[in-house]
């Protein structure tokens, strides 16, 4: 058996971007990008109370609980009892998902 490179997080992959993203596209991948999207679930933010966000952005509770409630339906952030957290893996799983349609559009 081959010997597979390990990367260490952070570390700059080798290798051309578009090909590596046309693999998670490829529609074979199908099973390889829901592993990926499962896992990126996961990624989240350090919790911010909501008092926290009223007190740095200078808006009232009630306006940085109302926006937050919007944020959370998109998937954006979630809520947990210590405050809001971003949701990391969403976030990269839409903008992987947004570069594999450009590609696809820019190959037509």
């Keep these: 058996m081959e010997d597979e490179d390990v990367f260490?997080?952070?570390?700059?992959?080798?290798?051309?971007?578009?090909?590596?993203l046309k693999k998670l596209?490829?529609?074979?991948a199908k099973t390889m990008y829901s592993i990926?999207?499962?896992?990126l679930r996961n990624v989240k933010s350090e919790p911010v109370s909501a008092s926290d966000i009223k007190d740095k952005l200078g808006i009232s509770k009630?306006?940085?609980t109302?926006?937050?409630?919007r944020?959370?339906?998109t998937g954006f952030i979630t809520r947990t009892p210590?405050?809001?957290m971003v949701n990391q893996g969403f976030i990269i799983n839409l903008l992987i998902q947004l570069v594999g349609e450009i590609l696809k559009k820019?190959?037509?």
Excluded at 25 to 28: A, E, L, M, N, S
Excluded at 36 to 39: G, N, S
Aim: aromatic content about 6%.
């Design 36 to 39: 990926l999207e499962l896992l």
């Design 25 to 28: 596209i490829d529609p074979r």
């Design 66 to 69: 109302n926006a937050a409630r």
């Design 82 to 84: 210590e405050g809001y």
């Design 106 to 108: 820019l190959e037509l």
């Design 8 to 20: 260490e997080e952070g570390e700059v992959v080798g290798g051309d971007y578009k090909t590596l």
């Design 71 to 73: 944020l959370e339906e």
């Design 62 to 64: 009630q306006a940085a």
